[in-house]
């Protein structure tokens, strides 16, 4: 007879010293991680640009007390949203994910989350999600009732084109329009232009992180810009991390944004230069962790651009 397979304990991805492995009850563990909370890089890259859009408003207006909420509200929407968009990602991927061995211990292709239990909470976190939104004043709403076509759409993406992180950047930069747009109560050419930069700066990190399952994804058919890109791939995110450079100086200048800015975008290209001479495609770990890095990166742009504004 067969042994019972032993359900995982953890996501072999996360890291080891998360809080959800670590402090977590048990029941809530695996909800917990089909909303990636034991992996809050995800929330990191999906938030910073919406600080971006704080940023940029406040440079190119005034900064008020309202920002604080603004700010405050989109790091709650990241989570929950960053939440909901993983489980909906985890449901449309979990035939994928059980072929692959760095997402088979994930909790539906694992067997801990019914898919049935996992649209529930994918619901449950986007009520949240809506109702932080509405505080934000009609432009941002409108915005981010028309985000959720992205999100839809994202999962699908690397089934039909190998270009998968185009539509990643889509999706997770159109904070930067949401949050100017709660500031401002409308969109101009300073967030567009950020916008498009932060699309470049995900196609940069994510062909990074897709890198780490190349072999696994050429076996089940599964598209990327790192399987695309190959061992041109330092070539071309070097490209892609110029052309963010260049779309956010854009943005800042369209702003007018001051001394402390400029200092910020070049923490910003520093950081991503280290990222492409320290890039290995040949090795998942070093990848790995040159994505998470981004946090790093995106944060020091973020609080730059709040300083210039208050300074």
Known sequence: MQAPQKTPDRVVDAPEDNWV????????????????????????????????????????????????????????????????????????????????????????????????????????????????????GWAAIWLGVASLALVAIYPFAKRFTWWPQVFLGLAFNWGVLLAWAAHMGGVGWSPVLAYAG??????????????????????????????????????????????????LALAIAAAGGGLLAWVGLAGFALHLAWQWRVFRPDSPAVCLRLFRANRDAGLILALFLAVDAIV
Request: proline share 5%; aromatic share 10%; with cysteine.
């Open 21 to 136: 492995d670590r402090l977590a009850p048990p029941a809530w563990r695996p909800w917990l991680r089909l909303s990636r909370a034991d992996r809050p890089i995800g929330t990191w890259l999906l938030l910073l640009p919406c600080w971006w859009g704080v940023g940029l408003a406040m440079i190119a207006d005034v900064p008020m007390w309202r920002d604080l909420w603004i700010a405050l509200a989109c790091g709650i929407g990241a989570v929950v949203m960053r939440g909901a968009g993983c489980t909906w990602n985890d449901i449309t991927d979990r035939d994928f994910d059980a072929q692959v061995a760095r997402t088979r211990s994930r909790p539906i292709p694992s067997g801990q989350v019914t898919v049935r239990g996992a649209v529930i909470w994918m619901a449950v976190q986007a009520l949240v999600g809506l109702a932080v939104l509405l505080t934000l």
């Open 198 to 247: 932060g699309i470049a700066w995900t196609i940069f990190y994510d062909t990074i992180y897709a890198h780490q399952d190349t072999e696994d994804d050429a076996l089940i058919g599964v598209k990327s810009t790192a399987r695309l890109f190959g061992d041109d791939s330092p070539r071309w995110i070097a490209l892609f991390g110029g052309l963010a450079v260049l779309l």
